[in-house]
């Protein structure tokens, strides 16, 4: 049987990581393979690649080296981790993936989305998400969230992104709405200004429809 592969994004602070941890326990108490993995990262090279992108001053790369360093990191994570065990029949749940690229450095940060477009078509190929979580609230209230979370955390702060001001926060929610309305049938939209079990509850009841659909 063929995996499930499903791809959890958008803005900073916005719960991402939470709702997958919730939702892989979720799932593997159901009796189900689950893989849990994130971009940038995933796979050695990944791990390089995410300190180089994540960390340090924001003028460190430009838009156009962010997505081609992340497409390098793509490139092994779909070819050691994802491919490998979506042919194993798991269920792939992807911090990020290819649409953060799409919304990071095309919409809020210019580069020509017809060169995303070719990295896309070139490395990702066929491996597209069956089912992608675009989790939305407002840039201002995913900031304060993010800040606090870097506040609370160990070792040297992945902040990198957060320094960018507030009109690029603003351009790369949109980005990520624009993405979910283009391909409605892939994306849900799940808004994270709710509870944590309402959240929860919105998830899983997407998830479920694809997994056991």
Same mark, same amino acid.
């Given at each position: 049987?063929?995996?499930? *592969? ?11 990581? %939470?709702?997958?941890?919730?939702? @892989? ?14 971009? $940038? ?7 390089? &690649? ?12 430009? $838009? ?7 497409? @390098? ?7 050691? &981790?994802? /491919? $490998? !065990? ?5 269920? &792939?749940?992807?911090?990020? *993936?290819?649409?953060? %690229?799409? @919304?990071?450095?095309?919409? !809020? #940060? ?18 597209? $998400?069956?089912?992608?979580?675009? *989790? ?9 969230? @993010? ?37 409605? /049938? /892939? ?5 994270? %200004? ?5 959240? #929860? ?13």
């Amino acid at each position: 049987m063929a995996g499930v *592969f499903i791809t959890f994004e958008g803005g900073e602070g916005a719960g991402k990581s %939470t709702h997958i941890k919730l939702l @892989a326990d979720t799932l593997k108490s159901k009796g189900h393979a689950v893989v849990v993995t994130r971009e $940038p990262g995933g796979t050695t090279q990944g791990d390089g &690649v995410r300190a180089l992108l994540v960390t340090g001053d924001v003028r460190r790369w430009s $838009p156009m080296a962010e997505a081609l360093l992340n497409y @390098a990191a793509r490139d092994a994570h779909l070819n050691e &981790v994802i /491919r $490998p !065990a979506l042919a194993a029949g798991k269920i &792939v749940l992807c911090d990020r *993936f290819m649409d953060s %690229t799409r @919304a990071y450095q095309g919409h !809020a #940060g210019g580069v020509d989305m017809a060169f995303i477009d070719d990295l896309e078509r070139r490395v990702v190929g066929k491996t597209r $998400p069956d089912l992608t979580l675009v *989790f939305d609230l407002p840039a201002a209230d995913g900031l304060r969230r @993010a800040r606090l979370r870097q506040d609370a955390g160990p070792g040297a702060a992945e902040d990198r992104f957060e320094q960018k001001d507030l009109s690029f926060h603003h351009e790369l929610r949109a980005g990520f709405l624009a993405i979910a309305a283009a391909d409605p /049938r /892939r994306c849900k939209v799940v808004d994270a %200004t709710r509870p944590l079990a309402l959240v #929860g509850a919105d998830v899983l009841g997407h998830v479920l429809s694809v997994v056991d659909g």
